[in-house]
């Protein structure tokens, strides 16, 4: 069964210390990993696609890395204006929808 | 660009009402999907459509239709409101069938009493 898993469910971490979010997956023939920040009230906002292991994404504090068999959203030097739920998801099988984790809600504290 | 828009952004439904929330979008995008989310079981897919004049169940389509007559446009309607649909509405789009990132909307927040 297609699964995307996200671990831990909620981090809190003090401006500048460094941490990282995991997202594993069970999909077949994956066709690209997703990860979005949703801010509260808020809809998902895009991040990054990364398509192939060993590839890696940069935005500002945020680096994703992808292996064969998990993604993770590395946080460098945080502010708390990082501060949001971040989800991950993958394809389906079929290509038609994202399945998506329940998603990891960063609190960064000044 | 507008981006994805969904109308209302809050409602209140009493038990049994019905209701038509929009989602529209401005970026030609082939495929529109309607989500919910509520608190512990994350984005849960209701309906999709891969084009004009074509919708398809998700994981959770019970309770729920939708149209998509335009391809701007992707209706999701609630004929008899339960308190159990008390949740975040999102609408997304995708552009086409080898894009998979998906585009949100800021959500409509509905509330059945």
């Known amino acids: 069964e297609d699964q995307v898993t996200q671990s831990p469910e909620a981090l809190r971490l003090q401006e500048g210390e460094s941490s990282s979010l995991n997202c594993s997956y069970t999909?077949?023939?994956?066709?690209?990993l997703f990860w979005y920040r949703q801010d509260p009230g808020k809809g998902p906002e895009f991040l990054f696609t990364?398509?192939?292991a060993g590839e890696e994404k940069e935005k500002e504090r945020l680096k994703a890395t992808l292996t064969k068999k998990e993604s993770f959203l590395h946080i460098t030097a945080p502010k708390p204006e990082d501060s949001a739920t971040y989800l991950c998801?993958?394809?389906?099988?079929?290509?038609?929808?994202?399945?998506f984790g329940k998603g990891t809600t960063l609190s960064v504290s000044s | 660009n507008a981006g994805v828009t969904q109308t209302p952004k809050f409602r209140v439904l009493k038990t049994g009402q019905s209701m038509t929330l929009l989602c529209a979008q401005d970026?030609?995008?082939?495929?529109m999907y309607w989500y919910r989310q509520d608190p512990g079981m994350g984005l849960r897919l209701i309906h999709y459509?891969?084009?004009?004049?074509?919708?398809a169940k998700g994981e959770v389509p019970d309770g729920y239709n939708v149209s998509r007559l335009k391809k701007q446009n992707f209706l999701l309607g609630l004929e008899s409101a339960a308190p159990s649909q008390t949740s975040v509405y999102f609408c997304?789009?995708?552009?086409?069938?080898?894009?998979?990132?998906?585009?949100f909307g800021p959500g409509t927040r509905l509330t059945v009493t």
């Open positions: 997304a789009s995708r552009r086409t069938a080898s894009s998979y990132e998906q585009y």
């Open positions: 990364l398509y192939s």
């Open positions: 459509s891969v084009g004009e004049g074509t919708t």
């Open positions: 998801a993958a394809p389906n099988q079929a290509g038609t929808a994202l399945i």
């Open positions: 999909v077949s023939g994956l066709r690209g």
């Open positions: 970026m030609n995008h082939e495929y």
